[in-house]
């Protein structure tokens, strides 16, 4: 067979492809610089710097050895100074960028040029196109899809494109903008992009645009610039992974990250030969730590390990004795070897099934020097806080043995147990060099493992364990092993699954689900429900009443982490404090223990509705233990005047801009290609402009906002040329020193994944943030508040606002029909209103009525909820009376109806800060003196109780026909008379001109009207009770005097003081803050469709903020102030450090030294 040949001369001009014979060895016998090998490994290129060109090899038809070359040809690519990067599909689609390379010190500098190059080498070497052309490509790579993904800078940018072509021009189909701030670091084949910010690394999943932090260094990185920065990520950072781990190389350190628990299990030393033989066993491992250890590092090229892995090919001459070792390289399945110029393949799967063999000394340094092994197994000093705080325990063992990937053996042993329900006395399984015993006396229960170095030496008993019975009976059903260390055995109270941990040599129980399988036909039916499926069901409730299994939980991270939720509600629902405490303490003290290990705490903010409802002590608790959370050094930045950086958060996220790259390379071609077309849309653009100028803008600003549209591209349209130039004229900006806080509130915020989207509509399910609103401790700390300021930002101001303005249509439309004069507006135009205003008020009762039926006691317990109802259904009921009876005669409806809407245009205010703290201050007021309020109508009913006893009237009487009696009470004797004054000064006794009464003449005829009597009373105006004599009626004077003095003087005052305590005491953020996540929570709800509550950019896992650094030292010293600050808490004394802030430790005063200066004072 020939080669390919890629022939790549420094000349100026185009591109031409010339024919040329098979040359006798690969690029002229020079040397080769790169590999490449295509995402299922099925074709292979290489690359020589010296000799400029560029081979292909078929890899797909060769098993192991040298592989064969494929079709030779020469490619002439002028203007080309170097290659940078190149990759190949299985389908022989060439892609390399090249240009001139700016390199200071061996680094290429960001404002290098590099330019994109494709090729059908299967179809003729003919030139592939792209739709956008890209001046500065750094990197490139095919998916397993065969997709073609490019990074390009200094404006980084992801470019995904399709496989098909057409006319051999390749369309994008996905296009993903990366902030500035974050250096590029590689792009696996199954879509994973990963970056590097502030000492992490992130995991971006293209297909579900996912991401998740791997790695997190608590040795903060030093450099002086991004480009020393750059260097560093692109000569230590290697990233290897599959569906269950991901491995992270940094310098000489490997850290694998499990991707299920989302945590770190072990650090690698790669110069360790005694890690590595224990690491390169684990068959799900290997094909991930092989890649990551080429080329070798020169202290462990020539080491055992080594010798071990390569020995058998230098045996059977595959390589030389004295073979280099950089010239190897290795993907997931194969390794290629560069041999005289010419490629041969390694089975690396085979290598992987031979190492046993190849690690035979291994086992015997495992099972002597266990200890040794494991002192620097887990985290060295870079990434643990302190050498007591992980337990010798092989953890990425149980991940590895994880029984939930054996689900097939574990259905075995369930369907053999049923052919042959018989309980055993004792069963063993031999396995290698393990053999276990299963013992049940009756009285008790053991389990015994033996192991042995080699076929020919004795057993020996590692470890065992001993579990006595209460009751004597027989419970063994059968045994299955999962591997060497793991073993499943059916007993009559379900499956227990045991893990042998080698390093302590203890056993530990891993899997545990409580059943009672008393019979052959309950056990077949429990597995024909339950374990017949293909994944293994999570343990039931009742197997965490089993103290042994709780305990396993709690001492085991990995256990934790899966059933930490279900084992934490079980202990608050049980009201078991003790048990609340421990798990609490130990999710705080493993996420203390290393950054990364948020997801710890998501074990807590899951069950915080059930902690607020039964212990909120743990709440206000965990509020301050996880205050300020460092995510990232201080750093400056650039924010603008009008916004303030400073609580401000965000989400490390990416952001998709297809349809946006998609538009602007559409205007791009008609402004080079089709100038006329082009103005002529530029025009019309601005026309269609002018008269909408204020929706314009809003309408860019929310896009913008959202990320569909982005200034960083150049754009060619009127559309977005305006916005940006006006913006660019008034954006002011200033630097500032931030700093990245992590909010702790992990998965607070996120709703369940299943769900029916009827049954959302009518009665949504809710997240631990909607359940949790009213919690005063959880907006006492500005995670609180950051996590408030992310959900208005993200989405909650933009439908306020729409509700608003609907509300602000049925406001104008009832008012205007209520309130224009009839001459003013016909009445066709009045009827309209009055129809719009009933559609309006019955959608925006609507959204009450589904409150309702979500929590009616809720709903109830929210007074505003009853104002809004009330708002809604007047000027309904007011509309529908109006338009049925066609006659204005509802005049004292329509005044309430007005009232009650203008009202609750006013309490939208409540939303904005510089007036909800008012209306917050308001009902929380209201709410702490209500029983002051009863007391105080209770007592204003027992005074207009007996001034209605004393002065109601004793004689009937009519106010039409005087009535002439000596009743006192009697409305015509209070009634106002005039009498006619003779010439002679005399008066006629007899009334000359009555006034007649009327229903305030005398207030105290009925009960209702001498309520109202003693409220004006209240109120200062005690006209209800001049009419009568207080000389002739002592009695009433007597009352008076008691309700001034009692009411009046000393309860009003009263009032007034508790109203002064209330609104200091309330006269915070905290209650303005409940006020606005009530408000959130409410939109959630009912205004959001189902399937947005599980977006993950509105609703993600986690969430950062930024803090002004100047701010935060003035927090941190209030805080330290107020004894509010944890002096053993190193993440907080990192902080410490940061600012530069000396603790002041207020030690305990010695009772004994204080006694004695008492004393000495007494003297």
């Not at 078929?58 to 050895?65: C, H």
């Not at 402009?689 to 060619?716: D, E, M």
């Not at 509550?1093 to 969430?1103: A, Q």
Request: net charge negative.
């Amino acid at each position: 067979m020939g080669e390919i040949s890629v022939k790549i001369d420094n000349e100026i001009d185009e591109t031409d492809v010339i024919d040329i014979n098979n040359s006798k060895l690969p690029h002229n016998g020079k040397p080769i610089a790169k590999i490449e090998v295509s995402p299922n490994e099925k074709y292979l290129v290489t690359y020589s710097r010296e000799d400029n060109s560029i081979v292909g090899w078929n890899v797909e038809d060769k098993v192991e050895g040298q592989i064969e070359l494929d079709q030779p040809f020469k490619l002439s690519n002028k203007n080309e100074d170097t290659l940078h990067h190149m990759c190949v599909s299985d389908d022989k689609k060439l892609v390399y960028t090249y240009g001139i390379q700016n390199r200071i010190q061996g680094v290429i500098n960001i404002c290098s040029i590099f330019l994109l190059a494709m090729y059908d080498m299967m179809n003729d070497n003919s030139k592939i196109e792209v739709d956008c052309g890209f001046k500065n490509c750094q990197y490139c790579t095919f998916n397993l899809k065969g997709e073609l993904i490019l990074y390009c800078y200094p404006n980084p940018t992801i470019y995904i494109y399709s496989s098909k072509t057409k006319n051999n021009k390749w369309k994008h189909t996905k296009t993903y903008w990366i902030p500035v701030q974050f250096i590029f670091i590689t792009i696996s084949i199954n879509n994973k992009l990963y970056l590097f910010l502030n000492d992490s690394i992130y995991e971006w999943d293209l297909d579900t645009e996912k991401v998740i932090k791997i790695f997190d260094n608590y040795k903060e990185i030093k450099y002086n610039n991004k480009l020393e920065l750059q260097r560093y990520v692109e000569k230590n950072i290697k990233i290897t992974r599959n569906e269950n781990f991901a491995c992270i190389k940094t310098k000489n350190k490997i850290i694998i990250y499990t991707i299920e628990l989302e945590i770190h299990v072990a650090s690698l030393d790669i110069n360790n030969v005694t890690q590595l033989n224990m690491f390169i066993k684990h068959p799900d491992l290997c094909p991930l730590l092989f890649p990551l250890l080429f080329p070798l590092s020169n202290s462990i090229q020539n080491s055992e390990f080594w010798e071990k892995c390569l020995g058998h090919l230098k045996r059977s001459d595959q390589l030389l004795k004295n073979f280099p070792q950089n010239n190897i390289h290795v993907t997931s399945k194969n390794a290629f070897i560069i041999l005289d110029g010419k490629i041969r393949k390694i089975d690396l799967e085979k290598m992987i099934l031979n190492r046993n063999s190849l690690f035979k000394d291994s086992n015997e340094l495992n099972y002597n020097n266990s200890d040794e092994i494991i002192e620097n197994w887990y985290f060295d000093n870079d990434f643990k806080v302190n050498e007591g705080s992980y337990e010798t325990d092989d953890r990425l063992n149980i991940l590895l043995s994880n029984p939930y990937m054996y689900t097939d053996i574990i259905h075995v042993l369930f369907q053999e147990v049923i052919s042959n329900y018989v309980y055993k006395d004792k069963l063993e399984k031999i396995q290698n060099l393990t053999k276990w015993v299963v013992i049940n006396t009756g009285q008790d229960f053991e389990l015994q493992v033996f192991k042995k170095f080699d076929d020919s030496s004795e057993w020996s008993l590692i470890s065992s364990i001993i579990e006595p019975y209460q009751v004597k009976i027989k419970r063994l059903l059968g045994i299955k092993l999962i591997n060497d260390n793991t073993i499943i055995i059916l007993r009559r109270y379900g499956p227990h699954i045991y893990h042998l941990n080698e390093n302590n040599k203890s056993i530990s129980l891993i899997y545990f689900y409580y059943m009672d399988l008393y019979s052959e036909k309950i056990l077949s039916d429990i597995y024909n429900r339950i374990f017949s499926k293909p994944t293994l069901p999570s343990p039931n409730r009742n197997s965490y009443f089993i103290d042994k299994w709780v305990t396993s939980i709690k001492n085991n991270k990995e256990l934790i982490l899966k059933y930490g939720v279900e084992l934490l509600i079980f202990a608050i629902t049980k009201h078991d404090l003790e048990l609340v405490d421990d798990i609490y303490k130990r999710c705080i003290r493993y996420f203390k223990e290393e950054k990364n290990n948020c997801v710890f705490l998501s074990i807590i903010t899951s069950t915080m509705p059930l902690l607020d409802e039964h212990y909120p002590e743990f709440i206000s608790k965990y509020s301050f233990d996880t205050a300020m959370v460092m995510n990232s050094p201080i750093y400056n930045t650039r924010y603008h005047k009008r916004s303030s950086y400073h609580l401000h958060p965000f989400q490390i996220e990416i952001i998709n801009l297809s349809w946006w790259t998609k538009y602007n390379e559409l205007m791009g071609r008609l402004y080079n290609n089709y100038k006329k077309i082009f103005w002529l849309l530029y025009v019309v653009q601005i026309l269609i402009i002018i008269p909408f100028l204020p929706i314009y803008f809003a309408t860019f600003y929310i896009l913008l906002k959202y990320g569909l549209v982005n200034r960083s591209f150049r754009t060619y349209d009127a559309l977005t040329s305006l916005y940006f130039y006006v913006d660019n004229i008034f954006s002011e900006f200033k630097n500032a020193s931030v700093i990245v806080f992590v909010n702790p509130y992990i998965n607070f915020v996120a709703y369940p994944k299943d769900y029916n989207w009827f049954s959302e509509l009518i009665k949504p399910q809710s997240s631990p943030f909607v359940k949790t609103t009213m919690n005063k401790d959880i907006y006492k700390t500005w995670n609180g508040e950051s996590l408030i300021n992310f959900k208005w930002d993200t989405y909650g101001k933009y439908y306020y606002a729409i509700i608003w303005t609907g509300f602000m249509a049925l406001l104008v439309c009832f008012t205007a029909a209520a309130t224009i004069p009839q001459e003013y507006i016909d009445e066709n135009v009045q009827k309209q209103l009055l129809i719009t205003s009933i559609i309006l008020g019955f959608i925006h009762l609507t959204f009450e009525i589904r409150q309702i039926i979500y929590d009616p006691i809720k709903w109830i317990r929210d007074f505003w909820n009853i104002f809004d109802v009330i708002a809604y259904v007047l000027p309904i009921i007011s509309s529908i009376i109006w338009l049925k009876t066609n006659e204005m005669n509802i005049i004292p409806l329509l005044s309430f109806s007005c009232l009650f809407l203008d009202i609750k245009f006013l309490l939208f205010f409540r939303a904005i800060e510089y007036f909800g703290v008012y209306f917050a201050i308001m009902i929380s007021v209201a709410q702490q003196i209500v029983s002051f309020l009863v007391v105080l109508f209770i007592i204003i009913i027992s005074f207009a109780h007996a001034f209605y006893i004393l002065l109601i009237p004793r004689s009937q009487y009519s106010f039409d026909e005087r009535t002439n009696n000596n009743d006192p009470n009697n409305p015509w004797n209070l009634a106002n008379t005039y009498n006619l004054i003779f010439e002679n000064g005399t008066m006629d006794s007899n009334p000359y001109i009555i006034q007649p009464p009327n229903g305030n003449t005398n207030m105290f005829v009925n009960f209702s009207t001498s309520l109202f009597a003693m409220y004006k009373f209240l109120t200062g105006d005690s006209s209800a009770l001049s009419n009568w004599s207080y000389a002739d009626n002592p009695s009433l004077a007597i009352l008076i005097v008691l309700f001034s003095l009692l009411i009046v003087v000393y309860l009003m005052n009263l009032l007034i003081g508790l109203l002064n305590n209330a609104i200091e005491k309330d006269n915070n953020r905290v209650s303005y803050l409940i006020q606005k996540a009530e408000i959130l929570a409410e939109i959630e709800l009912f205004y959001l469709f189902p399937h947005q509550r599980r977006w993950k950019t509105w609703f993600p896992e986690v969430i950062y903020y930024y803090t002004d650094a100047d701010k935060t030292h003035e927090k941190v010293k209030e805080m330290i102030k107020n004894d509010e600050w944890d002096t053993d808490d190193k993440l907080k004394k990192n902080l410490l450090e940061l600012l530069n802030i000396e603790q002041v430790v207020n030690k305990p005063v010695d009772e004994a030294i204080l006694r004695k200066i008492l004393e000495e004072m007494k003297n």
